[in-house]
């Protein structure tokens, strides 16, 4: 009798992610290297991937200003887990118990805003989830004073971090498309038209800074170290 050996071989792709930064009572800021970008903004997109694990806070802010242009997450009276865009001129969008985000769970959150048209979109894992017009002109986040910088993770004070994991954060100066949206969650080439500061928040061996990848110097600072997770992302 003659044996036979019979060999498996199993190809697995790499992951697009492998490390994400712990932002729980935390927050970066970014002192933009490249205010003329940020500054009287007629289009705005800003996005991000984050692993809530728990919500039950007032607000929990994934970036922005605090008075001025912020995206977080819930608000007095609103759902502690829905997305809001709070500006100078108006929240957006209104009280929906449908529209709420899930805790352990990664979610790609989006947002964009045009000036001209007054058009004001929200995006969740790709999709469309709520849309309208907010009555405010052009977008500046430059920031202009200790408390009202550009801040990822905070707004106002510290009792509004983000209890969780962040990734692929991304600030525009175009309105990017639904499309445009879905297709790039975990990844982007950091030269896309538009594109002022990418944190990819994968480098675990800077646990103070953040670099911005698109090479335009906008780095962001950690409040204090960054504690880092494996991942292997985008999950099957």
């Keep these: 009798l003659q044996s036979a050996k019979n060999y498996y071989f199993v190809f697995r792709a790499g992951a697009l992610i492998n490390v994400v930064a712990d932002m729980s009572k935390n927050y970066l800021q970014v002192d933009w290297k490249t205010p003329d970008l940020v500054t009287d903004m007629h289009q705005i997109t800003m996005e991000a991937l984050i692993y809530p694990r728990e ?110 994991n962040m990734s692929e954060v991304r600030v525009w100066n175009v309105v990017r498309t639904q499309e445009e949206i879905a297709g790039h969650i975990y990844s982007v080439d950091p030269k896309t038209p538009g594109l002022v500061g990418y944190w990819k928040m994968d480098d675990s061996t800077s646990p103070n800074i953040v670099k911005d990848a698109t090479g335009n110097g906008n780095d962001a600072k950690a409040d204090k170290p960054l504690p880092w997770h494996n991942v292997s992302l985008p999950e099957k």
């Design 55 to 164: 919500f039950g806070k007032l607000i929990s802010t994934i970036m922005g200003i605090e008075g001025n242009f912020l995206m977080r997450i819930g608000d007095a009276g609103f759902p502690d887990n829905q997305i809001q865009i709070a500006t100078r001129s108006g929240n957006f969008p209104d009280y929906d118990s449908n529209k709420g985000l899930l805790t352990k769970r990664w979610q790609h959150v989006a947002m964009t805003y045009n000036a001209d048209t007054r058009e004001v979109k929200v995006y969740v894992n790709g999709m469309l989830q709520s849309q309208g017009t907010l009555r405010m002109g052009t977008v500046t986040i430059k920031g202009d004073s200790p408390d009202r910088m550009f801040l990822i993770g905070k707004s106002y004070d510290d009792a509004r971090w983000f209890e969780g």
